[in-house]
């Protein structure tokens, strides 16, 4: 059965491209456009774009929906999937909040949207001076970010737990005569290699004991039905700024 809303999807030949585009064709929605770098992006016929991509580009997405949602009196839903954004480039982003419906998340799992709340309990509930917390990732060895932008959502929430400015807490990169772990930092680690799909952890280590909470995906059609429920929610909403947090109302 063909469904009413039609999709535009952003990097179309991409590994999550392909993924969204797949799960739309078997759940019989229309896809008025398949569109890379390169191509003119046309979104006349399009009520969202689903978009795994870059920063970079997404931005530049973002400019043609603002404009084509101007064009048309009503808002574009864009579904940003793309990570490993800089300050400036989020703050690029910002600016058009205003005109686009856009829902932007570094994973768009109900598991680790889920495990985001876990993760926000117990850092509130374990003191620092006694539980270190370290976020560990792996993932595939074409991916070009890191710490992935889940990993960057679960240090996020470990800190929003706590209390404490993330930027200041975290610790991505230990190499040498690192001294001893501070107190109250958040550590990243980062593993690449194969073609792992995603695999998340949080630990909080105590000196007697420690607790483990973590996340495998097993296929990317699980992110792109994410994302697709994102549009769903996204299409007829005003502009503004959402996460998955807000889709699958875990955020009040
Ligand atoms: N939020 C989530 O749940 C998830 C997020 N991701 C993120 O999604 C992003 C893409 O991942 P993945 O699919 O594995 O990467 P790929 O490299 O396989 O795909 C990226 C695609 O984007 C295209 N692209 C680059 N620039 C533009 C542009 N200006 N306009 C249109 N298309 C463009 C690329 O085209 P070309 O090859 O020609 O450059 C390529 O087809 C990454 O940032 C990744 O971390 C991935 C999985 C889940
Ligand atoms: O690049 C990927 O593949 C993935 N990227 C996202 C991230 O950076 O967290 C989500 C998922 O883990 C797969």
Redesign the pocket.
């Known amino acids: 059965m063909t469904q009413t809303l039609r999709f535009a999807v952003?990097?179309?030949?991409?590994?999550?491209?392909?993924?969204v585009l797949k799960v739309l064709t078997e759940r019989g929605f229309e896809v008025a456009l398949a569109?890379?770098?390169?191509?003119v992006?046309d979104l006349s016929g399009a009520d969202a774009v689903i978009d795994?991509?870059?920063?970079?580009?997404s931005i530049?997405?973002a400019h043609a929906c603002a404009d084509e949602g101007e064009a048309r009196g009503k808002p574009l839903a864009h579904i940003i999937?793309?990570?490993?954004w800089m300050p400036a480039e989020e703050q690029s982003l910002k600016t058009l909040t205003d005109r686009v419906t856009i829902v932007r998340?570094?994973?768009?799992?109900l598991g680790v949207n889920m495990l985001m709340g876990l993760v926000k309990q117990a850092a509130a509930k374990l003191p620092a001076e006694d539980w270190d917390i370290e976020v560990l990732e792996a993932h595939h060895k074409?991916?070009?970010?890191a710490p992935?932008?889940?990993a960057l959502m679960l240090g996020q929430a470990a800190a929003i737990g706590r209390e404490v400015d993330l930027g200041e807490a975290k610790v991505a990169a230990r190499d040498g005569l690192t001294g001893q772990r501070v107190d109250g930092t958040i550590g990243f680690s980062v593993i690449r290699g194969g073609g792992v799909i995603?695999e998340h952890s949080v630990l909080f280590a105590s000196e007697d004991e420690i607790i483990t909470l973590s996340h495998s995906a097993r296929d990317?059609t699980l992110?792109a039905r994410?994302?697709i429920e994102a549009a769903l929610w996204a299409v007829g909403k005003s502009a503004g700024a959402y996460d998955m947090q807000d889709v699958l109302g875990f955020n009040g």
Do not use: L
Not at 10 to 19: E, P
């Open positions: 952003a990097g179309a030949r991409g590994r999550m491209g392909q993924a569109f890379d770098k390169g191509d992006i795994f991509t870059t920063p970079y580009a530049d997405i999937g793309s990570t490993g998340a570094g994973n768009f799992s074409r991916k070009v970010d992935s932008g889940t995603g990317r992110f994410g994302a």
